[in-house]
């Protein structure tokens, strides 16, 4: 059974910097592409960044491009989320995802749908 575990969320200030993991189990790592997900109350789950297992290609959405990174070991099972100068519209719930590539990635990497496995989301408050 593949489980993915997100830990690191808190509560923060606008401008803190903070680090979520994703511990991967149940299956081979190095051959799944990765994303982070999140969701703020009353609204969509919504793409924030994505890393192939192909050369490492990373994506991101516009409103965390140049603050947060997305990085993998693939030695340890875990991707990350660097998130950087924090701001309160960050405030959300984070998911990581895995999808085990049943599409062309860069053609699907902000899609929810095309993800196979789901974290339980670990969650990120920025207070002002």
């Known amino acids: 059974q593949v489980q993915l575990v997100e830990s690191g969320g808190g509560l923060m200030q606008a401008g803190d910097s903070l680090r979520l993991s994703c511990v991967v189990s149940?299956?081979?790592?190095?051959?799944?592409?990765m994303g982070w997900f999140r969701q703020a109350s009353g609204k969509e789950r919504e793409f924030v960044a994505g890393m192939s297992w192909i050369a490492a290609t990373t994506y991101y959405s516009d409103s965390v491009k140049g603050r947060f990174t997305i990085s993998r070991d693939n030695a340890r099972s875990t991707v990350y989320l660097q998130m950087n100068t924090l701001k309160p519209e960050d405030t959300a719930e984070y998911y990581c995802?895995?999808?085990?590539?049943?599409?062309?990635?860069?053609?699907?990497?902000?899609?929810?749908?095309?993800?196979?496995?789901w974290g339980q989301g670990t969650q990120v408050t920025v207070s002002s």
């Open positions: 995802a895995a999808d085990r590539g049943r599409h062309e990635y860069y053609t699907t990497y902000s899609s929810a749908n095309a993800y196979d496995y």
């Open positions: 149940g299956r081979t790592f190095f051959n799944l592409n």
